[in-house]
C-alpha cells in the first residue's frame, strides 16, 4: 500500500499530518504545494488549532505479509 503524507506545523513545535491512501505515480513536490495552499487554509488540528505551515510530504510504500 501507498499512502501520501502531508505533515503541518501546528503551533510552537506541534505538527499534525494528513494522510492520503493512494496517491497518483508520478506525484512531484510541486503538485503537492499547489494542492496545499488550497487545503491548509481551511484545515485544524482536532483540538481546533490553525495549521501554520506546510513542513514535507512523504510517500510510503508499506508491504503486507501474512503469517501462516
Known amino acids: 500500500m501507498k499512502t501520501l503524507q502531508l505533515v503541518f506545523?501546528?503551533?510552537?513545535?506541534?505538527?499534525?499530518?494528513?494522510?492520503i491512501a493512494n496517491p497518483k505515480d508520478g506525484l512531484t513536490l510541486d503538485e503537492v504545494k499547489?494542492?496545499?495552499?488550497?487545503?491548509?487554509?481551511?484545515?485544524?488540528t482536532r483540538s481546533g488549532a490553525a495549521l501554520t505551515g506546510f513542513k514535507k510530504a512523504v510517500i510510503v510504500n508499506t508491504t503486507e505479509e501474512e503469517l501462516e
Do not use: C, D, R, Y
Open 34 to 44: 499547489a494542492a496545499v495552499a488550497k487545503i491548509q487554509p481551511i484545515m485544524v
Open 9 to 19: 506545523a501546528a503551533g510552537s513545535n506541534a505538527t499534525s499530518t494528513l494522510t
